[in-house]
């Protein structure tokens, strides 16, 4: 059996760990505006391995669970589990992610950099109908309150991580761009 730390995760290798963050802001929409949250979370990133895909795409994985927490009140307001993948041949980083509220993503990006240098910078995306990068929902969500597009991108330098995320939804008779940003800590 291949050790698990030996497969060529490019980019993603700096994301392997246990995360800690607590400078989190969502920014929501509610019926009559928006709400700020301020949040701490954290995300465990674990080795998985690679894959060969109809015997010539190799992607190697990484399996992640998210948990974010409100300072307000430490209620737990969002859970997602998913991959980050990374395909060598074609240097794309992907991105599937699944949320309890049943929303799916598969996002992908081109990554330009060098992946043995730090800081390590990408993005992904997705949008509703692409024909590569899409998402998929229930009938609920899509009739109130529908996803439209997803934009994530990191920026690991060291036991350091950030990120920004961009969903776009369609809710309560406007478009929204739902926001998420935080810093965090390899513990």
């Not at 954290?42 to 010539?56: D, F, M, Q, R, W």
């Not at 996002?107 to 910078?121: C, F, I, L, N, Q």
């Not at 949008?127 to 994530?152: C, K, Y």
């Amino acid at each position: 059996m291949t050790d698990l730390l030996e497969c060529d995760y490019g980019p993603l290798r700096g994301l392997i760990g246990a995360w800690k963050g607590d400078k989190g802001l969502d920014v929501s929409p509610e019926p009559d505006g928006t709400e700020e949250n301020p949040y701490y979370e954290t995300i465990l990133i674990e080795p998985a391995g690679s894959v060969k895909n109809a015997e010539s795409q190799l992607i190697t994985m990484l399996r992640y669970h998210q948990v974010v927490s409100r300072k307000s009140n430490d209620e737990v307001f969002h859970d997602q589990i998913g991959y980050w993948m990374w395909d060598t041949a074609q240097s794309t980083v992907v991105q599937s992610l699944a949320i309890p509220r049943a929303v799916c993503v598969l996002a992908g990006g081109k990554y330009t950099g060098d992946p043995g240098e730090m800081p390590v910078s990408f993005q992904v995306h997705a949008a509703l109908g692409h024909e590569d990068w899409g998402i998929v929902q229930s009938p609920f969500m899509r009739d109130n309150a529908r996803t439209v597009g997803f934009e994530h991108e990191l920026r690991i330098d060291g036991d350091r991580l950030w990120y920004a995320e961009t969903t776009k939804l369609e809710i309560y008779g406007r478009s929204f761009d739902h926001t998420d940003t935080n810093e965090l800590t390899r513990q």
